[in-house]
C-alpha cells in the first residue's frame, strides 16, 4: 500500500488534516518508511519546529558570538524580542509534545500532536516570516560594522 492510501486510512481514524496540507507544510512525501506513519510525519513536523527554534533563539534571543548571529540580533527592538519570545515558547511547547508523543509511543498522542500543529503552524510561520524578511533586508542596508558589532579595536 502506498504512503498516501495508508494517511488516508489514518486521516478517517483520527480526523486528521489532509495530506496534502500536511505534505505542503512539512514534506511527508519524502518519508522514506512508512511502518509507522504518525510517527514518522511527528518526526518531520519536529524537525522543522527545531529548525526554525534554533533560528530564533540564535539570532533574536540569546546570540552566540557568531559573526552573523551577533548582527542579526541587533536588528530588532525590544518589542520585537518579546514577539519573538512568545513564537518561541509555542515553538517549544510543540517540541516538547513531540517527545511527549513518542514516549507513549502510540497514533493517537501522535495524531493529537499533528493536528494540534496544523491548527497553528500557519499563523506561526506568518510570524516568523515577518522577522525572517526584516533580517534579511538588514544585510542590504550600509552599516557601520565597528559601531554595529561593538567592535572593540
Not at 527592538?77 to 513531540?98: A, G, H, P
Request: cysteine-free.
Amino acid at each position: 500500500m502506498d504512503m498516501q492510501k495508508k494517511y488516508e486510512k489514518l486521516k478517517k481514524k483520527y480526523r486528521l488534516p489532509s495530506f496534502d496540507d500536511i505534505n505542503n507544510e512539512f514534506e511527508i512525501s519524502s518519508i522514506d518508511n512508512d511502518d509507522f506513519l504518525l510517527r514518522e510525519i511527528r518526526r518531520k513536523i519536529s524537525e522543522k519546529i527545531e529548525a526554525y527554534t534554533k533560528f530564533l533563539e540564535e539570532q533574536a534571543l540569546q546570540p552566540s558570538t557568531d559573526v552573523a548571529n551577533m548582527y542579526e540580533f541587533k536588528v530588532f527592538d525590544d518589542e520585537e524580542r518579546r514577539e519573538i519570545f512568545n513564537i518561541y515558547k509555542r515553538l517549544m511547547f510543540f517540541s516538547r509534545f513531540s517527545i511527549e508523543a513518542g514516549l507513549y509511543e502510540n497514533d493517537e498522542k501522535t495524531a493529537e500532536f499533528i493536528k494540534s500543529v496544523l491548527d497553528e503552524w500557519k499563523e506561526i510561520k506568518k510570524k516568523i516570516m515577518k522577522f525572517i524578511v526584516k533580517v534579511k533586508k538588514s544585510w542590504m542596508e550600509e552599516k557601520d560594522i565597528k559601531e554595529d558589532l561593538g567592535y572593540m579595536g
